[in-house]
């Protein structure tokens, strides 16, 4: 028997169900990715996650031909290849990730249809991009749950399953052709400080990072001076390819705790699969508002200027300016400076979340529908945050969360001259010493945003 097993967003081979079940039921497996052109007008083609892409493919072909296999990869509608393949190998059998968005839901759809005509069999899987897959919870009288705290208390009682191991050998069929692999290197405007990525890379990153922060992580998620070394975990961009299997992480992180710091992570990686309940169950907010009742967005050429300023990073905020410039130079931006920056353009500068999360959709290597827009809309006051019109302060974010003022001097470095928490206020500077600083002015006065932003929403 031959099994296809169809990898996604699930770039791994530990804790891996459709590998694993492939591999049970049939003597040879096709192991097949599909650079599939309709993902890319979908809005994935941004270069920092084809770069990481590179990466973890060609991670997951040396996993696989360590084990006596390799990965096929084939370019084309994925429904149409998948079954080019089934011909070819004459396979009995596809495994596939269950994907939550309205894009991999049609293309599961189709290819159920599709396969049945070849009179193959698709079975797809939960549980490989989640821990709790979406509508295995869900509160009475609905499809999905709203609030996030309701929500982790039942996600939080759910058993999880221990993971998967590696299979030990992967045997492919010979005569199964193969395009070559993208190569990182021939992905242009690639952000510089963009992190490797890969199956590997996300292994080694959980296993130091659990031994050596998670401990401090209750205390120390929040802080944006990394000096002593990260504070939170960077395996968003891994958890996102599935390079890393998030119910591993879960369970790897309990049997490091108890403590509050694996609490603390735990409930982080719950967010994920809270975002991806709410998509599975209302695929629209990718575009739309969960709750529309936001509608005086500026725009016009103020607006697209403010805009403009804020994508930048010269906004004349020192820590929006420092998340925006972060986001550029590693593709990747700290949670508590994505909430700032985020909060500024949608309250303080009044522009609609959609062109903010456009733009980070453009950069961010762990770039996702369901995180980043309902992310977005959360901060924006038009999705499941229960307190829709609080507005985030940059300079008290900044005091609280980069006391020192390490984070923006590093990028921000005009103002490295300023010391302490000084450098979160230029603009208190006069004459001669504001002058020798070449950073430009703020794009409004806090007090003149936050009148506009309640006067906005008092007219929603
Ligand atoms: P850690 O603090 O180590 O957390 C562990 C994991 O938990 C993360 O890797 C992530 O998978 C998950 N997680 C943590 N916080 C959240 C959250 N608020 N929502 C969902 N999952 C979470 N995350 C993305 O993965 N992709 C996005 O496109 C994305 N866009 C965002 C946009 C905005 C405006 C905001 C405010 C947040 C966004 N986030 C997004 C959530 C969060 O900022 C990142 O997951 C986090 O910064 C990743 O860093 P980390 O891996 O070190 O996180």
Redesign the pocket.
Known sequence: RTAVVLFTADLRVHDHPPLHAARRSADALVPLFVRDPAVDRAGFAAPNRLAFLADCLADLDGALRERGGRLVLRTGDTVAEVCRVVRETGADEVHAAAGCTAFARAREARLRQALEEHGCRLTVHDGVDSVVPPGDVVPHGSDHFAVFSPYFRRWADQPVRAPLPAPRTVRVPEDVASEPLPSRAAVPAVSPGLAAGGESEARRRLRS?LSRHLDA?EDR?DVLDDRAG?G?????????FGALS?TE?VHRARAHGPGAGADA?VR??C??D??RQVLAARPAVARDDYRPRHDHWRRGKDAEADLAAWREGRTGYPLVDAGMRQLAHEG????RA??V??SFLTKTLYVDWRE??RH??DL?V???V???Q???Q??AGTGTDTRPNRVLNPVRQAQSHDPEGTYVRHWVPELAGLEGAAVHEPWRLTGLDRAGFDYPDPVVALADGLARFRSARAAD
């Open positions: 990072w992580y998620h990260d939170t975990s960077r395996l968003s961009p891994f958890l996102h998030p992480a992570f982080q990686l967010w994920r809270f975002h990747w931006m700290h949670n994505r909430l920056t985020a903010g999360a980070f959709l961010l762990d770039g996702d369901a995180n980043n309902l992310n977005w959360w901060v």
